[in-house]
């Protein structure tokens, strides 16, 4: 018997929460001394068992600590109940390679196997600017999941989308 598509995409999401936290570097390289930019992440409840997250993962190729696995480590032993864990970045006033992560998580694997859920994981250019504060935002919705990052003043997105498929199995 084979796993429904939408239970399949959860998957990757399992698997780096189950990786730990080994590799995981921050944002801002140790040698830079420069202004940063504040990039905060997004987990918006949906429900007491549901988050949809809106997470920065990489910089320039370095893993960052994330939400997700924030959200998981602080949830642990909590059952059906999940509270969010939403993370920030300071990055380099300079041009970067970020990848974004879109996410629908559950407080307990089990509900990701019978539940609409998505994940998208992508790369995007972005040059933070100084004075200003941003978030990773998107929507999680049947017909597709997106991320982009915004600058939080003006709630407008400052990077292109990353998209892909929706919660609809």
């Excluded at 796993?3 to 936290?21: D, E, I, K, N, Q």
Aim: net charge positive; aromatic share 4%; with cysteine.
């Amino acid at each position: 018997m084979t796993a429904p598509r939408h239970t399949l995409r959860f998957v990757p999401l399992l698997l780096a929460a189950l990786a730990g936290c080994a590799s995981l570097q921050p944002a801002t390289p140790p040698d830079y001394t420069g202004p940063t930019a504040n990039v905060a992440d997004q987990a918006v409840p949906i429900g007491s068992s549901l988050l949809h997250v809106f997470e920065l993962t990489r910089v320039d190729g370095r893993r960052l600590a994330s939400t997700s696995l924030a959200t998981v480590q602080a949830n642990k032993g909590r059952g059906f109940s999940v509270t969010p864990v939403a993370l920030t970045n300071e990055l380099p006033l300079r041009p970067a390679r970020v990848t974004l992560q879109v996410a629908t998580q559950y407080a307990a694997p089990i509900l990701a196997l019978t539940n609409p859920n998505c994940q998208v994981l992508g790369d995007v250019d972005f040059t933070p600017e100084a004075g200003k504060a941003y978030r990773v935002a998107g929507r999680i919705a049947p017909e597709a999941c997106e991320a982009w990052i915004e600058d939080l003043a003006t709630q407008q997105p400052v990077t292109d989308k990353v998209s892909g498929r929706g919660t609809k199995p």
